[in-house]
């Protein structure tokens, strides 16, 4: 069922036209969705968020084996806009700072009262036509989730990882919507750990488009040379901004697959270790990019190496070729009487065909040895 879900949330995602900028709601400049959901199936219409809070709280007072909550979507909300939802739903303070903000904070989740908040370091993979020393490969954002008995409040920044999608493929199972929030968590957790293993099988073609290039016969020669030890740094670069997102993440999935808490659903628990080993596969991927572009940059600098030897060699054969007849004309250039054969009819063409067949046995000798 999760890989059918799985299937879903791509399907969805292709279908959407432009997931950087989502359309406003009339709800508010930062309110992306507010839905009611009620034994994991949507409530028609759209209506405020108290509103809607007040309506699944009436339901599941009617009915306590009930499941039913509110999910709130906001795209990147000021303090005042997420003030009047955070007085709504009762949110601690640390909550608010960690939703609104700034958003350098580490991937974490931290419990906080009668809710949980989890939060997310999203990766996209920048296109490019071609890989440069300046390209960007990754781009990042963050996905707050906070959850409740009855609430789920997700927060995105950043230009990509819209929540839309996954909407839309939940919807489509709703008997793992009615297991509550926490089945809203885990899909939020599973949306963005599988963004990371396609954003690291799109870097793996940009690292194997640079081996290529290092392994060619030009590489290691002049502005070539350069360039492609400029694209391996970028990548190492990206690399590292890749690893602050995904390597923080472990404990807090493990966590939640492991620590008992009463926001997380008994069998939504073991969903979050299957989502925690493909986290796992993908830390594996960015550290063995990592390690070989470390073993490409060495070759790259070693080939550099050997190509400016090579050039030494030829530079110093031509100078030994040119040194004969440098210092034959430097003997004959000096100014003194009796310099042998310099009054001979001969003597100027025996001096050309000695100093021709010296340079020739010198460049003969030199090609022989692979110096030139």
């Known amino acids: 069922m999760i890989r059918n879900l799985r299937r879903a949330v791509r399907r969805a995602y292709r279908r959407t036209v432009d997931l950087s900028h989502p359309a406003r709601s009339p709800l508010g400049s930062a309110v992306v969705n507010c839905v009611g959901y009620a034994d994991g199936a949507r409530q028609a219409g759209h209506c405020p968020a108290d509103e809607a809070l007040r309506r699944v709280r009436k339901e599941n007072s009617q009915n306590p084996g009930s499941n039913s909550f509110v999910w709130i979507g906001l795209h990147e909300p000021t303090h005042e806009e997420f003030a009047s939802l955070a007085d709504l739903f009762g949110l601690h303070r640390l909550t608010v700072e960690d939703a609104v ?5 580490r991937p974490k989740v931290v419990p906080y009262d009668d809710t949980l908040l989890a939060v997310f370091k999203t990766v996209g993979y920048a296109e490019h036509d071609q890989l440069t020393a300046t390209s960007q490969v990754v781009e990042t954002g963050q996905i707050t989730v906070i ?19 996954l909407r839309e493929a ?20 599973d949306f963005v750990v599988d963004e990371y293993v396609a954003v690291a099988d799109a870097v793996q073609d940009d690292i194997e488009a640079v081996e290529t290039a290092v392994f060619s016969e030009q590489a290691g020669r002049g502005a070539a040379g350069r360039s492609e030890a400029g694209r391996i740094y970028q990548l190492k670069r990206e690399l590292l901004e890749f690893k602050r997102a995904l390597s923080p993440l472990s404990r807090p999935l493990d966590a939640l697959a492991t620590e008992p808490t009463t926001l997380i659903a008994q069998d939504i628990r073991p969903y979050f ?11 594996e991927q960015i550290n063995g990019f990592d390690s070989l572009l470390d073993s490409i940059l060495q070759a790259h600098l070693a080939q550099m190496t050997v190509a400016q030897n090579e050039d030494m060699r030829k530079i110093t054969a031509w100078a030994a070729i040119v040194a004969v007849p440098t210092m034959v004309c430097g003997v004959y250039g000096m100014n003194f009487e009796y310099i042998p054969e310099l009054r001979w009819t001969y003597g100027y063409p025996l001096v050309l065909g000695v100093i021709a067949v010296a340079c020739f046995l010198l460049h003969r000798g030199f090609r022989r040895n692979g110096w030139l």
């Open 170 to 189: 939940l919807e489509t199972a709703p008997e793992q919507l009615a297991k509550g929030p926490s089945s809203v968590l885990h899909a939020v957790a």
């Open 273 to 283: 270790r299957d989502v925690s080993d493909h986290l796992a596969r993908a830390a």
């Open 101 to 105: 903000g700034v958003t350098h904070h």
């Open 147 to 165: 959850i409740g008995r009855d609430f789920v409040i997700t927060i995105r920044h950043g230009r990509h990882g819209s929540l839309g999608p």
